[in-house]
Every structure is written in structure tokens, then in C-alpha cells.
């Protein structure tokens, strides 16, 4: 069986060099805390342009013992430049000396851990955070470098398949579901829109958006382990699903791609099932009984499903009006 070839420290080394990173380290920093921890109720961590807004680079408040984000409040500074050491000093000697208010109120040193994350590998992490520690102006003070984002990535199989294809690593037979809708909306000139893949269909996009959320897509609340979805075809319910999480908004669509990837073939459904972390798995094929692997190791799996399969508990998507 082919294996997912995936990001690896080395290849997060590498990255480090590219401009894009700067920009790109928060946005997946960002994606690891959704995808691998349920208490957060504060992930403000800007990527992208908003990297040169002034403040932290990161503030986050969750209510869990997690190895790599701090119970508590947390703020996190990031950098990717090889000067590692020389880039912890002056983002922890700037916080220390004058601690901005954050969106959420007041940053009160004693009560927050500080972070610092570097795709690079720091060989002196270790007694750095150590000799910070002992100055005792922080709660805590911790180092991210590449070895532990690499492991950090190992329990995050949706953003380690997201971040793969960042770097050259795409996996056969597994994607990125923020990445298959960019590839069908840019198909048409001019681009689709979630909108229209919806248009006259809204409650079947409320539906599906519902149970990625973790309801059984009709109102529940009670977690469903699998939702089949009817259209024309397997290519087209992927695009669906890929537009429905398009409609959620900036965080929670975030949120959703963290935890959500697609199989496309029997290879990659079988190496996600064995992940340790649960993840929603969009299959792009029939799955059969590869369906119920996944869902024993805890995983909740979306099967597409042709017009007149009539198969229980199927959600069928209406054909779109005209006037619609």
C-alpha cells in the first residue's frame, strides 16, 4: 500500500527560507490548535497580511492540558529567520518590557505562558526556555521549533494533508478540502460562488454544515458517525461539501478545514482510519465496509452516494431551479 507521503521537520527547515512562510507559520500554528484541542475559547492569531498588524502574533486562552498549546491564556510570538536565537531574545525582551492589551483585555505576565514557535530546528531551545523560566515574569515560558511542530502535525492528519501541499508534499489520494474548492470554483469564468452551488438547495447546505459541525445534519444533536449525501456524482457532492464549508464563517470555517480532509481512494481512507486523532473524512468513492474502520477508530466519515442508490439516511440534494 503506497504510504502518505507527508510534511516532515526537514521539510519545514526548508520552508523556513521562503517569504511565504512568514505569512503562512501563523495561519498553520493557527490550524494545529483547532485541530487538536475542543476548549479553546480564544485563537487569535492573524496570518496572511494581518501579520504586520502591531501586538502579539498570537493570543490564546483554552481550558485543557495539551503538550503543545498552554492551559490557560498564552501569548505567541513567531519568527522564521535562521538568527533563531537572536529572534527569541528580542520578542520575548519586547513582551516582557511592555505587554500590549490584547482583544480580550489585558495581558497579566504572572498569569500567561509565553511561546515562542520557529519552523527552524534550535538546538538550544531547551536551556533558552529554561534560563527564561528562571527570570519568573512569565507563568511559563515554552519553545515550538520544527521537530515539535513536525509532531504537533502527526496529530493533526487534515492539517498535516493542508500543510504537505503548502510544501511540495501533497499526498497521493488525500486533499485539502480548502483546496478542492478553489480548484472547482476557478474552473468557470467567472469563478463559482458557494452561493450559486446552493441556490434554491439552502436547507441541504445547513444540513451538511450542521453535521460537520458534529449534529446528524436535521437538527439533532446527537452526533451521527457517517452522512451520506446524494447528487449527480461523487466529483460533485465533494464540491459541495467543499462549497458548504466555504459558507461558514472566517473562524469556523478555519475551524472545520482543521479537523476535515478528503480520500479519494481505498489507500488513504485506510491510513487516515488509523490515525489516533478523530477527524471528519470526506470520501471522494464509494467506501463500502472501509467506512466502518474508520468510524471504529473514532473518526466520522461522509459518503457520496448516486441518484437512486436509495440508501437510508442519505441526504438528497435536490436538482437546482432554474429560477433559483
Known amino acids: 500500500m503506497p504510504s502518505l507521503t507527508l510534511a516532515t521537520a526537514r521539510d519545514l527547515t526548508r520552508w ?8 503562512e507559520l501563523p495561519a498553520l500554528v493557527r490550524r494545529l490548535i483547532h485541530a487538536t484541542t475542543t476548549t479553546a475559547t480564544r485563537v487569535g492569531i492573524p496570518a496572511g497580511d494581518a501579520v504586520q498588524i502591531g501586538g502579539y ?75 527564561r523560566r528562571r527570570e519568573g515574569v512569565w507563568r511559563d515560558v515554552r519553545v515550538l521549533d520544527a521537530d515539535d511542530l513536525e509532531a504537533w502535525l502527526e496529530q493533526a492528519p487534515a492539517t498535516h494533508v493542508w500543510f504537505s501541499g503548502r510544501v511540495g508534499a501533497r499526498p497521493p489520494g488525500a486533499d485539502d478540502l480548502g483546496e478542492v474548492w478553489q480548484d472547482w470554483a476557478q474552473s468557470t469564468n467567472p469563478p463559482l460562488s458557494p452561493a450559486l452551488m446552493f441556490a434554491g438547495r439552502e436547507e441541504s447546505r445547513d444540513a451538511i454544515t450542521g453535521w460537520l459541525r458534529g449534529g446528524q445534519g436535521d437538527g439533532g444533536t446527537t452526533p451521527s458517525p457517517t452522512l451520506g449525501v446524494e447528487s449527480e456524482s461523487p466529483e460533485e457532492t465533494v464540491a459541495l ?54 468510524v471504529r477508530g473514532g473518526h466520522r466519515v461522509l459518503i457520496p452516494r448516486v441518484r437512486g442508490e436509495g440508501v437510508t439516511g442519505t441526504l438528497t440534494l435536490p436538482r437546482p431551479h432554474r429560477e433559483a
Not at 115 to 129: L, S
Not at 274 to 284: H, L, N, Q, R, T
Open 16 to 23: 523556513a527560507a521562503y517569504r511565504t512562510a512568514q505569512e
Open 241 to 294: 461539501i467543499a462549497a458548504a464549508i466555504q459558507s461558514l464563517g472566517p473562524e469556523e470555517r478555519i475551524a472545520v478545514l482543521a479537523r476535515t480532509v478528503l480520500a479519494r481512494d481505498a489507500d488513504a481512507l485506510t491510513q487516515l482510519a488509523g490515525s489516533g486523532e478523530p477527524v471528519v473524512i470526506v470520501c471522494g468513492f464509494a467506501p463500502g465496509d472501509l467506512a466502518l474502520r474508520a
Open 57 to 131: 502574533d498570537g493570543v490564546v486562552v483554552i481550558a485543557e492540558d495539551h503538550a503543545f498549546v498552554p492551559n490557560g491564556a498564552s501569548v505567541w510570538e513567531m519568527g522564521v529567520t535562521a538568527q533563531v536565537a537572536t529572534k527569541a531574545n528580542g520578542d520575548y525582551e519586547k513582551r516582557t518590557r511592555e505587554q500590549p492589551v490584547s482583544d480580550w483585555g489585558p495581558v497579566v505576565p504572572a498569569e500567561t505562558t509565553f511561546v515562542f514557535v520557529t519552523p527552524r530546528r534550535w538546538p538550544g531551545k531547551v536551556e533558552w526556555a529554561e534560563a
